[in-house]
């Protein structure tokens, strides 16, 4: 089982939906990473929160540390927003004096007119 | 202000060949991590560096990789002998300070052929 899981896979959606984007996690954190892959390639980090929730224009960010889980939200939903969103948190490291980095496997969205 | 600069943006060569991989981190920025990204695995840290120093090279797959970071404004990685199974998309990001307690700036990438 991965330490880092994300669901759904994939999601399709139409232009002005809601689309909510899950990430759950089996290890201790100190901090989750949203981050957003364009289909060029691109990658652009979204949201870093330890606690509570985090707003950037449509989108916002919660997370639930009791429960180990975060949540991606996008309002009103445009094509643009179609892109791989990918979940990734700091753990303890068992042999260096840092956290690591822990990536789940994406959520690749698309978002039709 | 330039953002990450990686180059080569595309490479391709031969197993067996030395490869290597350059990153020019934001200017001001402290902390320079590499990642590599593939189909079956996704996104993995390989190493990451703060003011010029390795923090945790815990990902970096084997002694065939190496990562330098000589100054504030260059990073190199470095795959020797290069194999097929080293195919994918390397990225370099950089942060402010803090390592990856901070927000990333991510570059392009750089696409690894190993025919």
């Known amino acids: 089982k991965n330490e880092v899981e994300q669901s759904p896979q994939n999601l399709t959606a139409q232009e002005g939906e809601f689309i909510t984007i899950n990430c759950s996690y089996s290890v201790g954190i100190s901090a989750l990473h949203w981050l957003q892959q364009h289909p060029g390639g691109g990658i652009v980090s979204l949201f870093m929160l330890s606690s509570g929730k985090k707003k950037h224009g449509r989108l916002i960010a919660t997370i639930n540390i009791q429960e180990k889980h975060s949540s991606l939200h996008i309002t009103a939903s445009h094509p643009r927003d179609s892109a791989v969103y990918i979940c990734a948190v700091l753990s303890p490291h068992s042999s260096y004096n840092t956290d690591k980095l822990i990536f789940g496997t994406g959520t690749r969205l698309q978002v039709f007119p | 202000d330039a953002g990450v600069i990686q180059s080569p943006r595309h490479e391709v060569t031969e197993m067996g060949q030395e490869v290597t991989l350059r990153c020019k981190p934001i200017?001001?920025?402290?902390?320079l991590f590499w990642y590599r990204q593939t189909m079956m695995r996704g996104l993995e840290l390989l190493i990451y560096f703060n003011n010029n120093v390795p923090i945790d090279d815990s990902g970096m797959p084997e002694d065939r990789f190496s990562a330098k970071m000589p100054n504030a404004s260059f990073s190199t990685l470095k795959i020797q002998p290069s194999e097929p199974r080293d195919s994918a998309v390397y990225f370099c990001?950089?942060?402010?300070?803090?390592?990856?307690?901070?927000?990333?700036?991510f570059g392009p990438g750089t696409r690894l052929t190993v025919l």
């Open positions: 200017s001001g920025h402290n902390s």
């Open positions: 990001a950089s942060s402010k300070a803090g390592g990856p307690y901070n927000e990333q700036f």
